[in-house]
């Protein structure tokens, strides 16, 4: 049996979805920074466009000492709410001083998060396989926590369409530790079985349209292959285009692209890279930036890879924030958070 644990936990540390690391230090302020070099190419043959990164820009670290760091979501002020997902915490970045604190404690073990036009922060919470609205005071309701009466495997990461306020989140089955007995979804790694499939992962993606409490399935083509992990999302700012890769060991479950339709849903999905990965951001020449073991890893829309921000250990999720959302944060090495100066900006904030 304690073989058995460790295995199942050893392989979740590697899914980039758990960390082995159970000790926490709350980080009251700045840390010191960490220089790493940084690196990777920029092929202008291929992709049109300046460099990305800033004159002189280097990997600094904005906070150490967390259980496993994901889910960054800038607000409007440029500010980054991340998670800690082992000891149930999101905490907050303040862009103008660097200090970092406590924003929530119990938080349904939030994974990916994005905030709506609003300001209310939209939480992956898997620990009961739920979608939550989380209001600037810490106060929550759950938006859903099902499909057609069954079970979410677990939300992972999730997108909101800037133009229509849609949600779209990933729906892996990444069996956690801390699942309540009795959880239908526990089982050995690697899963087998899911609520949402007769057979195998029943790994998909779902659409929540505003103010709708009911999910729809959108990854419907027949070349969906959902006996896998689907993971990080993002989409383009006019709406029209969505981004979804999958988990796998080895960094190539690969990135698919689809187009957004009026009502909502997917069509002429195409696969975009070989590689996939954990959560993605996007930049406003329109530059994919994946997170995975490999660090940071950035795609033109082309498809050909421009830069690779190594961590020295890897990442789990990043997003544009700072005032000028020049700033690319970064949760990873996933005991900290990191962030980088870059030329481009994102387009993630509402």
Known sequence: ??????????????????????????????AAT???????????EECEGDDLLAPGAKLDTLGKGYGFTEGPAVDKHGNVFFTDQPNDKIYKWTATTGQITTFLTGTGRSNGMAFDKDGNLIACADLHGELWKIRPNGTHEVLVNNYKGKLLNGPNDVWINPKTGGMYITDPIFPRPY????????????????????????????????????????????????????????????????YVNKW??????????????????????????????????????????????????VFCPQGDQVLTIA???????????????????ITGPVDRVTAIRMKVKGVEKF
């Open 179 to 242: 699942w309540e007995p009795g959880d239908p979804r526990i089982q050995a790694w690697p899963p087998t079985h899911s609520e949402q499939a007769a057979t195998g992962k029943g790994g998909h993606v779902y659409y929540l349209a505003p103010g709708s409490h009911t999910l729809v399935r959108v990854t419907t083509s027949a070349e969906w292959d959902a006996d896998s992990w689907p993971n990080g999302v993002v989409g383009t700012p006019d709406g029209k285009k969505l």
């Open 1 to 30: 049996m304690k073989k058995n644990l460790l295995l199942i936990l050893a392989a979740l540390c590697a899914a980039g979805n758990y960390s082995c690391n159970k000790t926490m230090a709350d980080t009251n302020g700045p």
């Open 311 to 329: 961590t020295g250990g890897g990442a789990t999720n990043n997003v544009f924030a700072g005032p000028n959302e020049k700033t690319l944060f």
């Open 34 to 44: 960490t220089t790493i070099d940084i690196p990777g190419h920029h092929n202008e």
């Open 248 to 297: 796998a060991g080895d960094n190539l479950g690969g990135t698919w692209v689809f187009d957004i339709n009026p009502d909502g849903t997917l069509s002429n999905m195409h696969k975009f890279i070989n590689m996939g990965g954990d959560g993605m951001s996007m930049d406003n020449k329109g530059n994919i930036y994946i997170s995975n073991g490999l660090g940071v890893n």
